[in-house]
């Protein structure tokens, strides 16, 4: 069982490390960027209210999600390439106590560029922003974040067994971004594509913090979404304690993990 200080140490060491490869560097200082000047694109012409808090919204949230899909993607990646995988394994702490605290290190790490983009919409395109809920939208950011965290440690787990890393990397990006409502509302997709938004967990979670930022939209109010999102974080934050428990017996029984 992991312990606090050694968690700390794990997460601190993940950030130090984080900063030395290049992919990560682009995904945290350069894509911020990127994706500020996408979502003006988007909305420089629209008509809606508080276009500020929808490009923040939409940039950071889009920013959050590929930072924690290639980072969680290299973790496993690098530890397999590097013949250490199996180690980790037959450590003390497990596959499962040395995730957790390198997820919470993705999720720290990810949280930084939402200051280049608060920054870039605010102070450089001039866009005003504006809270509906200040309570509920900290509180509806936690929960994301929570939600964000369980779903991560089980795309560690699928990340574990498959060898086609980075073509789960591109599948679970930019199809995310459309279908869960991270650059623009789900009631704005066509009546086809909203039925794959409404089976996507993270549709729930984006569109609670929507809520609160933005105002009431969308499908569900504010409370049943916030029960909704709590619903999705236990849900899967136990599919990944079973799921890694599960994988311990897999990989044990049949030695398959490496690249051999």
């Known amino acids: 069982m992991i312990t606090f200080p050694t968690g700390f140490r794990i997460a601190y060491s993940h950030v130090l490390f984080t900063f ?30 508080n276009l500020g ?22 973790d496993m ?9 199996e180690m980790v ?37 001039r866009f005003p922003v504006r809270v509906a809920d200040p309570v509920n ?4 950011g936690a929960v994301l974040v929570l939600c964000l965290f369980s779903i991560s440690l089980c795309l560690s787990c699928v990340f574990a067994l498959s060898r086609q890393s980075r073509v789960l990397m591109n599948a679970f990006e930019f199809p995310i971004f459309t279908i869960s409502g991270f650059v623009f ?28 930022l933005l105002g009431p939209e969308g499908f569900f109010s504010w409370p049943i ?11 899967f934050f136990g599919l990944a304690v079973l799921a890694f428990h599960r994988l311990d017996k897999i990989v044990r029984l049949s030695g398959t993990l490496s690249l051999n």
């Not at 939208?137 to 509806?140: D, G, H, I, K, M």
């Open 20 to 49: 030395r490869r290049l992919m990560m560097v682009f995904i945290l200082v350069v894509q911020p960027v990127f994706f500020v000047v996408l979502t003006w694109l988007i909305y420089r012409h629209s008509a809606l209210p």
């Open 137 to 140: 939208t900290v509180l509806s």
């Open 185 to 212: 509302p789900v009631v704005f997709l066509p009546a086809g594509l909203r039925f794959f938004s409404y089976l996507s967990p993270l549709t729930y979670p984006v569109q609670l913090l929507r809520s609160a």
């Open 77 to 85: 990646e690098r530890e397999r390439m590097m013949g250490t995988l």
């Open 53 to 74: 808090g929808r490009m923040i919204l939409s940039a950071g949230l889009t920013t959050l999600w590929s930072g924690i899909v290639f980072s969680s993607l290299s």
């Open 225 to 235: 979404l916030f029960w909704i999102s709590l619903g999705i974080l236990l849900l």
């Open 89 to 125: 394994f037959a450590s003390t702490r497990g596959l499962l106590g040395s995730m957790i605290p390198k997820v919470l290190g993705n999720l720290l790490l990810c949280t930084l560029p939402l200051v280049v983009i608060f920054i870039g919409i605010t102070y450089i395109l």
